[in-house]
């Protein structure tokens, strides 16, 4: 064995007397290094084995919902639909793909919405185009010589012709509506209807307002809220008989919102048109030269300003304007 070998020299009277011998064996001394070396390799192996373990659970709770989420964009990137974003994982990592679910279902309404918003835009062109379209065909083919019927068809055409002109221009402001990144601004609502009525009675339409809300002032986009309170209130006297008025009432609504509704005396909508006339393009009287679109304009204002707009029956039609006001 290893022995551990001391000496120490006695002295006495600046003498060396003698000298103390020493020996010892390091085998204990070793025996207690190995088991402690045992020790710190058991932990080192421990530690190893909960690192080796966490980095598993990271990569399943972490790196696997990530991939997922990477694959799914990957095909969302490459036009596939009907793609279903999953959402795995805990904390922020379960947050991050809610998020990218609720973009992703955006996404894909916004592309349906898109689909049908050109559908329904062909269709409703596509009448006049026909019309247009066999007005001119008929006055080819020698229709010219009836100046009656030739005065009918350019009538046709050029009726056609305003009519696409006003679909045009309804819909470039509902596409400038709803694309709209315009800074939200505080503004005067009684100030903005004063100027709607005022211009519709120089018109020579009769309209009342009662502006009984305690607060004037909403935070939005003014000349949009202007379109759309003209779009109800053109709608209102339009359909009201000449010897009515037209009743606007501001009031103030629950959760601090400022209710808007103008009421006419018009034939009102029926039962089962309630919930469509703000659909685009609907119409309930093509006779009166709608485009289907101001009713419509007035639902994307309302949205844009976190509010909400709504049709009733009180002997006539009253629609309502419902938005946030803002409360000093």
Known sequence: GVFLFVTEPIR??????????????????????????SGLIRVL????????????????????PLSRLSRAARRITAGERGVI?????TGEIRELG????????????????????????????????????????????GATEDPVASARFLGNIQEDAERLDRLVTRLLELSRIEASSEAMQVFDLDAVLRRVIERERRAGAS???????????????EADLELALRNVIDNAVRYS????SVRVEVT??????????????????PEAHREKVFDRFFTTDEARN????GLAIVRSVALAHGGLVTASIEDGTRITLSLPAVVS
């Open 207 to 221: 309209i009342t307002l009662n502006y009984a809300a305690p607060t004037r002032l909403i935070r939005g986009r």
């Open 85 to 89: 974003v999953p959402v795995e994982g």
């Open 45 to 64: 192996l421990v530690a190893l084995f909960i690192s080796l373990l966490s980095t598993l659970v990271l990569a399943w709770t972490i790196s696997r």
């Open 12 to 37: 006495h009277g600046g003498e060396v007397r003698g000298v103390v011998y020493i020996t010892r064996s390091t085998r204990p001394v070793m025996v207690e290094l190995y088991r402690i070396r």
């Open 290 to 293: 709608g485009t289907g679109l």
């Open 98 to 141: 809610q998020s990218f679910s609720t973009m992703t279902d955006e996404l894909r309404a916004r592309a349906e919405y898109m689909s049908e918003f050109a559908a329904d835009v062909a269709h409703e062109f596509k009448s006049p185009l026909t019309s247009i379209r066999g007005a001119a065909e008929l006055l080819a083919e």
């Open 241 to 244: 008989p000449d010897s009515d």
């Open 252 to 269: 103030a609504g629950e959760g601090d919102r400022l209710e808007v509704s103008v009421t006419d005396r018009g034939p009102g909508i």
